[in-house]
T-cell receptor
């Protein structure tokens, strides 16, 4: 089955620790995205990548980092500099054929 | 600031009632417009999209939306809702309007719809 996988589904970390969220797609999409979803705030773009080895900051990139070494993978690291990291994180991808974004199931991160 | 507004944060309807969810945006020029839905425990998925052409767009599960350029609106409608339509609905806009595989979307804050049986 083609799709986007995110792991783990739930993640718990202590304050001050960096944590990396996984996002893998087998849709052969060039573009990938990371969003953060908070209640009442919709989805906000953290980082996006249009092609391998290239990525740009979105609207709320502070405290986050990404890499795009492979077309299929776009991991997101939530660093200790992110002041309010507890949230639901969504990964998405898109291609020129469909002109829409496909979303993964999300990772719920709780930092205490 | 430029944005996407969904004025209805929570909507409660009985089955068979008609639905209209508002979406307004503040970007000029050509835009691409989307409605996404997030059913409880499921992935965010596309309901419908508008790029050009007929401003009345039909999507999955009986949903439709109308693009009114003069009002900067893209309201979502369904004539008769079902209990299974209970979900959160997000309007999204690509302000650049480029018809490419890359879509830098701006999302509204979402509307939670509860349909009572």
């Amino acid at each position: 089955d083609g799709g986007i996988t995110q792991s783990p589904k739930y993640l718990f970390r202590k304050e001050g620790q960096n944590v990396t969220l996984s996002c893998e797609q087998n849709l052969n999409h060039d573009a990938m995205y990371w969003y953060r979803q908070d209640p009442g705030q919709g989805l906000r773009l953290i980082y996006y990548s249009q092609i391998v080895n290239d990525f740009q900051k979105g609207d709320i990139a502070e405290g986050y980092s990404v890499s795009r070494e492979k077309k299929e993978s776009f991991p997101l690291t939530v660093t200790s500099a992110q002041k309010n990291p507890t949230a639901f994180y969504l990964c998405a991808s898109s291609s020129g054929l469909a002109n829409e974004q496909y979303f993964g199931p999300g990772t719920r991160l709780t930092v205490t | 600031a430029q944005s996407v507004s969904q004025h209805n944060h929570h909507v409660i309807l009985s089955e068979a009632a008609s639905l209209e969810l508002g979406c307004n945006y503040s970007y000029g020029g050509t835009v691409n417009l989307f409605w996404y839905v997030q059913y409880p425990g499921q992935h965010l998925q596309l309901l419908l999209k508008y790029f050009s052409g007929d401003p009345l767009v039909k999507g999955i599960k009986g949903f439709e939306a109308e693009f009114i350029k003069s009002k900067f609106s893209f309201n979502l409608r369904k004539p008769s809702v079902q209990w299974s339509d209970t979900a959160e609905y997000f309007c999204a806009v690509n302000p650049s309007g480029w018809n490419t595989g890359f879509q830098k979307l701006v999302f509204g804050t979402g509307t939670r719809l509860l349909v009572s049986p």
